[in-house]
């Protein structure tokens, strides 16, 4: 790396106000132990990104700019941006005026319909202006796009600090995670979840599951759950869960008591009920509190700890009591812990909690992938160098 020109694909896709300012700069932290090696080494640092979904156009509201701006910050020192991919004057800029240990950050990389597509002639295009490639970008690892896997067939590449430590970590969850390992599943639907449900209960020693979908697994056991989130078509899939988990030994925690409401409207009446006491014309918002005291009881006796997905509404006040309570559990106990998904990682960012699990992952599909056994097109093209 020393003293080389060196493209990272980086993951900035961070979310901007009314005024284009960067509202949550923790992505493009991330990145900044990759960055301040490459200085280290005096590379010319190339960093590449997507942001949003501009489907192939120029949309100036997506513009990386304030990306720039808050990386100047971060890193105390100039980021040229600038306002296209790929161009002769850039490669020019490149190679005869940057200087070595200077940063410069390109254009949206969605704004070129070549990058989702994964555009061989793009893909070289991006590689042209390096001679090494490094991948930092583990929420894209999962993408076959341009900039994620199509650069890797040009030039030399390798993984950054964050992608490393992302596949490490998450790949040791299930190869040697420290007993007892629990699993919290929670989120709205059990179709996100379908093959991480089937690994996780090949290999945990307790399944937790709440949120929307676990309503589909308690009709799956015959209860009778009102107007609760449901996916009927998954029924049959949740039944064969059930007896899995039986099969494999794995305790399966679902919700003794939830909290109703009404109707989906976050000043409903509510009430909490039994499982076995859901009105049919009332609908399962949150677990209640003799389920939190199961769930609570499962995390305090783990030595690993995997959660993905809130146990309720947690947007809601009146509906955030599981969440917060578990997610507060998590991070007290003792266990290593593993968090990932955008709902979990905002529910822990609004209970100011993420400084105390072991580990926040910063790809919810590329971790649920990756945890599902398949291969990330991201990783497989550093490892086929």
Not at 143 to 161: D, L, W, Y
Not at 209 to 214: A, T, V, Y
């Given at each position: ?185 929670g989120g709205s639907k059990v179709s996100d ?51 899995l988990a039986k099969k494999n030994n794995v ?135």
């Open positions: 790396m020393r003293r080389k020109k060196v493209l990272v694909r980086v993951d900035y896709n961070v979310p901007l106000n009314d005024d284009l300012q960067v509202t949550d700069d923790t992505r493009i932290k991330l990145s900044l132990d990759t960055i301040r090696y490459l200085l280290e080494q005096e590379a010319k640092i190339i960093l590449m990104s997507h942001l949003g979904r501009p489907k192939g156009e120029v949309v100036d509201q997506l513009r990386l700019d304030p990306a720039a701006e808050a990386l100047e910050k971060l890193i105390g020192k100039n980021v040229k941006k600038f306002d296209d991919i790929v161009s002769a004057e850039i490669k020019d800029y490149i190679d005869n005026t940057m200087n070595f240990g200077d940063i410069v950050l390109l254009e949206n990389l969605r704004f070129d319909p070549g990058e989702k597509k994964n555009d061989p002639q793009f893909a070289k295009s991006l590689a042209l202006l390096a001679e090494v490639y490094v991948n930092d970008a583990f929420g894209a690892a999962h993408r076959a796009h341009a900039s994620v896997s199509g650069v890797a067939e040009h030039i030399p590449a390798v993984a950054g600090f964050l992608l490393k430590k992302e596949v490490d970590t998450l790949t040791s969850l299930l190869e040697n995670p420290g007993r007892p390992f629990v699993a919290v599943l979840k379908i093959q991480v449900i089937k690994k996780l209960l090949e290999k945990v020693d307790t399944l937790i599951i709440g949120g929307g979908m676990g309503y589909t697994f308690l009709k799956a056991k015959g209860f009778e759950i009102g107007n609760s989130l449901c996916e009927e078509q998954h029924l049959a899939y949740a039944g064969e869960m059930i007896e305790h399966l925690a679902l919700p003794l008591d939830t909290v109703i409401a009404k109707e989906y409207d976050k000043d409903t009446d509510k009430k909490m009920v039994s499982v076995e006491s859901i009105p049919v014309d009332w609908m399962g918002l949150d677990i209640g509190e003799k389920s939190i005291e199961l769930f609570k009881n499962e995390i305090a006796g783990a030595s690993t700890v995997f959660w993905n997905g809130p146990l309720g509404v947690f947007e809601w006040e009146r509906f955030e009591q599981g969440t917060k309570d578990v997610a507060c559990a998590i991070a007290r106990s003792s266990a290593v812990s593993v968090v990932g998904g955008g709902d979990t990682l905002a529910a822990i960012k609004k209970y100011k909690l993420r400084d105390q699990f072991s580990h926040v992952s910063s790809g919810g599909g590329a971790s649920m992938e990756l945890l599902e056994g398949k291969e990330l097109p991201g990783v497989a093209a550093l490892l086929d160098q």
